[in-house]
């Protein structure tokens, strides 16, 4: 078994952060308004001064005048003394407890406040302060998930890692972060060099251009770090490192490329609707990136003024900056009165999505509406927004009648709902669109990733030549979408991008090379390959206050063979975590790779008990069954595991066998028969189903 050296994965992690000291000092927002009085006034005003503030009474906008809120028969009290800002609610063992508020997070329209711990961490309560207007439904207390019951045992609870500060806000409510986060003590010493969004967060360290300024020589854009008026694609990652689903690959280095520094997330089920509408929590710049206003380089700041946030113009004046009137503010093109809501170009073209209760989002992916699409697919539209009573198929009717369209507007739509429902025949469509150079990327990879689950020549045809694109989203979503490959095929075709320039790029490669072991590696490559590895492992220990970063850490010394590194990343998973499923299940497989299923099952048992309608909870208990000689007794587990996960065909197959091979054929045929009207393609069940007959 190959293990990996403890020593070079430091050395990495001692790379990685050499890398990323400032070649400039910080000099703090209050320098720049000496020269930017009205850029600097403008802030003071905006989001981003406000995203984080010492509490005070200047900052804290909830009612802590002994006010008091109730969350499933718990009783929170909100007050002061001596000054300071006092909140009563559960701790991590639900038990009632005062805690001090240290800042506020946030302002509009919500506020949420943050609890310092003697480790270092920062909580974020989940009891937030609407701060709306009381006429709009605000100026009162809520609880962010107000239909679950968020004990302490869940991993939502406020004290808990997914509610964590430091791992999961800082870096965008804060200037220059520095996480310092100790893995051996499970301790933070985080540091800033602003508590806010300042200057620098966007433009980068300011000494030098400071030095300019005052007239010290020249210097290449006027000794900016970063200038973000050189493109509308230089502005846009500026953006898009805080307003996008995206995952930290390393310590900001704000002069990066965005692809060094984050990952970003496709279109995935889930987070974005079939036709690529917001869903999930997912910001604005994977929906952005969809739009014909990206692909005509329009940009962030060609709507928002960059230092006060606000919208550049009031109203459709806003849209016809860009849009003559006569051809879209007419009710021709609208079909509503003039000055209506139904009018205004956003209502219908970037329709909201309400998040944290209270924050009504705007989509940013600029797209005319769909009812047609709604009818046919299940998706939203704009049009049924505000007109609730009457439904999709009066508005698809009534478009129907003006455009005389029948299908939806969005080929791409289609293809992905009939590739999320496991319809083969959206294979070819989903090819085409992940070919067609006429698409944004990230619609582009979204294909790519969509059609995998129909392995084929021709899916791999596309996603080679995805691997030569300039688009790091392509490459990046082109080598996920290899993982039906065996290591080795994965490895002789992603060689050349072992030294990609992005890093998003190389850690994808890192992710479908991981489990390849090191003696199939030619010994030209394995210099390289050894050093992927280690810029792997470096960039998941950076966020090892994570525990989805763990878990995956952990998988990745199990793929090396270092079970016992393995076991260690996933118990500090579990420390961070308790409940957080994927980690009880890697930590169950790897105690099943030691021979010790006892404590695999232990750790299983708790999970059932926590998770009980997770289906693969009940397969890995159902299988851990079948090792152990319990057969029987496996056999419910796995019939739930299917009704659980009924899109998972796997499972189905694994219970389909293990009836058989409990003598019950005929029933395992029934099984696999009717699998296969769900899974009329999958070559796996249909010759298990022929070998029983």
């Given at each position: ?53 010492i509490a005070s009474d200047s ?466 490559q394995r210099a390289g390959f ?71 099952e232990a750790v299983l048992n ?88």
């Amino acid at each position: 078994m190959q293990t990996m050296s403890i020593t070079r994965v430091l050395a990495a992690l001692a790379l990685l952060f050499a890398g990323h000291v400032a070649a400039q000092d910080f000099v703090g927002s209050e320098a720049c308004a000496r020269c930017h009085q009205d850029a600097y006034a403008k802030w003071r005003q905006s989001d981003h001064w406000h995203a984080m503030q010492i509490a005070s009474d200047s900052s804290v906008l909830g009612d802590f005048s002994d006010a008091s809120f109730d969350y499933h028969g718990v009783r929170s009290r909100f007050y002061r003394r001596n000054g300071a800002f006092l909140v009563e609610t559960t701790n991590d063992k639900g038990q009632l407890q005062e805690f001090t508020i240290a800042y506020t997070l946030g302002f509009y329209p919500l506020q949420q406040y943050l609890v310092g711990f003697p480790d270092g961490r920062l909580q974020a309560l989940s009891i937030s302060w609407d701060s709306r207007p009381a006429a709009q439904g605000g100026q009162r207390w809520y609880h962010l998930y107000p239909d679950e019951n968020i004990t302490a045992a869940d991993p939502l609870h406020w004290t808990g890692a997914f509610q964590n500060w430091n791992a999961r806000c800082a870096s965008c409510h804060t200037t220059n972060l520095a996480k310092n986060y100790s893995r051996r003590n499970n301790r933070y010493a985080t540091q800033w060099s602003e508590i806010n969004v300042g200057c620098e967060a966007c433009h980068g360290a300011g000494s030098k251009h400071m030095a300019w300024a005052r007239g010290g020589g020249k210097a290449a854009a006027k000794g900016l770090l970063v200038d973000i008026r050189r493109s509308a694609s230089r502005q846009l990652e500026v953006c898009a490192g805080c307003h996008s689903r995206r995952s930290e690959l390393q310590q900001r280095d704000i002069a990066a490329d965005f692809a060094s520094n984050y990952q970003l997330s496709p279109l995935l089920e889930g987070r974005y609707h079939a036709d690529g509408q917001i869903l999930d929590e997912v910001y604005e710049a994977g929906s952005f990136l969809q739009s014909r206003m990206h692909q005509n380089a329009v940009s962030c700041a060609n709507c928002h003024e960059p230092h006060s946030n606000a919208l550049r113009v009031q109203g459709n004046g806003l849209c016809l900056q860009c849009h003559a009137a006569p051809g879209y503010d007419t009710r021709e093109h609208h079909f509503h009165s003039a000055g209506s809501s139904g009018a205004q170009c956003v209502n219908c073209h970037m329709p909201q999505q309400t998040y944290m209760g209270v924050d009504r989002r705007r989509d940013h992916s600029f797209r005319v509406p769909d009812p047609v699409a709604s009818v046919v697919l299940g998706v939203p539209n704009a049009c049924t927004q505000c007109h609730t009573g009457l439904g999709d198929q009066w508005a698809s009717d009534f478009l129907v009648a003006r455009t005389g369209r029948t299908t939806p507007r969005y080929p791409h739509a289609a293809a992905f709902a009939a590739a999320r429902n496991g319809d083969v025949q959206s294979a070819p469509a989903l090819l085409a669109l992940a070919r067609n150079a006429d698409y944004p990327a990230i619609l582009r990879a979204t294909a790519l990733l969509e059609s995998r689950r129909f392995p084929s020549a021709q899916h791999l045809e596309v996603a080679l030549a995805a691997l030569q694109s300039p688009e790091p989203l392509l490459r990046a979503n082109a080598v996920t979408a290899l993982d039906y490959l065996e290591p080795a095929r994965r490895l002789q075709l992603l060689q050349p991008l072992l030294a990609d320039p992005a890093k998003a790029v190389r850690m994808a490669v890192a992710r479908q090379l991981a489990d390849l072991p090191t003696a199939q590696v030619a010994r030209g490559q394995r210099a390289g390959f050894a050093r992927l590895l280690d810029e792997y492992a470096a960039s998941l220990a950076f966020n090892a206050d994570m525990p989805e970063s763990m878990s995956d850490l952990g998988l990745l010394h199990a793929a090396r063979g270092s079970l016992t590194a393995a076991e260690q990343d996933l118990l500090h998973a579990r420390k961070l975590a308790p409940a957080y499923l994927p980690a009880m299940l890697n930590l169950a497989d790897v105690y099943r790779a030691q021979q010790r299923d006892h404590l695999g099952e232990a750790v299983l048992n708790e999970a059932q008990a926590i998770h009980p309608e997770s289906g693969d909870v009940q397969y890995a208990l159902g299988m851990l069954y079948v090792r152990t000689g319990r057969r029987p007794a496996a056999l419910p587990l796995l019939r739930r595991a299917v009704a659980l996960s009924p899109a998972n065909a796997v499972y189905v197959h694994v219970y389909s066998v293990a009836l058989a091979e409990s003598g019950r054929t005929s029933e395992a045929i029934r099984v696999l028969e009717a699998a296969l009207q769900r899974f009329p393609d999958n070559a796996q069940l249909r010759a298990t189903l022929r070998a029983y007959q």
